[in-house]
């Protein structure tokens, strides 16, 4: 995909592994990019330690400060009108979750310090479009596609998760995992609305990892083209997978290449 100079790619969740992984390759490509951040110098730290520079992301990316629950923060990540000139976002990334935490109980031992993170983000970035679209009909020409970071074990489909697994998938993380399932029936539901002209996305892609390991450092993956890939009905099967390729593998496959030859899919990845 050709990206001209004033397209940009939003992000959501960037100080996240695999979201950051995939900002940091955006950045490098010479791509422009925004991204919601609660503590801004948190998200340039972790650019720096990746060797992006301060003129890069000067140049590059806007960080717009703020939360998943300031919509108007969320409108500004989405959406630029400078000179007059409304431009939205070709793509979202958004990899937003929760902080896992343990509790006493046998059939639920981890739960997230927030429970609906994923739900609320998207409902709220569905929310932020829908006023943009209102406030500026000219953006409707020019809907902006998103990919979301989700997770195997949660298809109604086939079994993705491996037999080793299966309890601490399906019993363990019930809870994170029941709030990644409601993100994708938000994401679809809207899709599939018979009238084109209330369709908040141009197309979607729900990438769902196997268990993720290390952390975002690009320099520390195992290799993106390495990765198993699967789809829903013929999922790819394994244990593990490094947050810095599967933050690659999205840039590659998906910000590259515009993402159209995976519209509609849920794409598993593990090693």
């Avoid at 919601?36 to 806007?62: F, N, W």
């Avoid at 937003?96 to 059939?107: A, F, L, N």
């Avoid at 975002?216 to 810095?244: F, M, S």
Wanted: charged residues 20%; proline residues 4%; hydrophobic residues 35%.
């Amino acid at each position: 995909m050709t990206y001209t100079s004033n397209q940009f790619i939003a992000f959501f969740g960037a100080t996240g592994g695999c979201t950051n992984a995939c900002l940091v390759h955006t950045l490098n490509a010479g791509l422009h990019a925004t991204a919601l951040a609660r503590t801004p110098s948190k998200l340039t730290d972790m650019l720096h330690a990746q060797g992006v520079s301060q003129s890069t992301i000067d140049a590059q990316l806007t960080i717009i400060k703020g939360d998943i629950a300031d919509i108007t923060a969320i409108k500004s990540v989405l959406f630029s009108n400078k000179d007059g000139n409304a431009i939205i976002a070709s793509q979202i990334i958004s990899g937003v979750g929760g902080t896992p935490q343990m509790r006493w109980s046998i059939k639920k031992p981890v739960t997230i310090d927030n429970p609906e993170i994923c739900a609320t983000t998207m409902n709220n970035i569905m929310k932020a479009l829908r006023e943009i679209y209102t406030e500026y009909p000219s953006t409707t020409q020019h809907k902006p596609s998103i990919s979301v970071i989700s997770t195997t074990g949660i298809s109604d489909v086939h079994e993705d998760v491996p037999y080793g697994f299966k309890s601490f998938y399906h019993v363990a993380l019930a809870d994170p995992h029941k709030d990644k399932k409601e993100m994708e029936r938000l994401i679809a539901e809207n899709m599939a609305e018979a009238d084109e002209s209330t369709q908040l996305f141009r197309g979607f892609v729900a990438v769902r990892p196997s268990l993720l390991v290390g952390d975002q450092n690009i320099k520390k993956g195992k290799g993106w083209e390495k990765l198993k890939v699967g789809q829903e009905d013929k999922p790819a099967v394994g244990y593990t997978v490094h947050r810095a390729d599967v933050g690659q593998w999205i840039f590659e496959q998906v910000i590259k290449s515009g993402g159209e030859s995976y519209f509609g899919q849920r794409i598993t990845l593990t090693n």
